[in-house]
């Protein structure tokens, strides 16, 4: 079920948009949905999507939630496609 939650999350241009914001360092909610014309509930629901399928990970610093990138599932992904192609890494 990991893989498909994956690819889930990565069909939506908007979650790829925030994994490329986050791809340069970790983020708080406000911050992502600045880059965004959608409401922050819209916002907040795009980040559960990817927290649930382990594409970031969030901390709590004191009233902020910051969230990164968590390139380990992306890779698992990577070698899952191409394996698919055939090809080796």
Do not use: C
Not at 43 to 72: C, T
Not at 74 to 89: C, F, I, Q, S, T
């Amino acid at each position: 079920m990991g893989l498909q939650n994956t690819m889930r999350a990565l069909a939506d241009p908007t979650r790829r948009t925030i994994l490329n914001l986050l791809k340069k360092g970790r983020l708080s909610a406000g911050e992502i949905a600045a880059h965004f014309d959608i409401s922050v509930p819209a916002v907040s629901k795009h980040l559960s999507i990817l927290k649930d399928s382990d594409l970031i990970r969030d901390r709590r610093e004191g009233k902020y939630i910051f969230y990164e990138l968590n390139a380990s599932v992306l890779d698992e992904a990577l070698l899952w496609l191409n394996d698919l192609r055939g090809e080796k890494l």
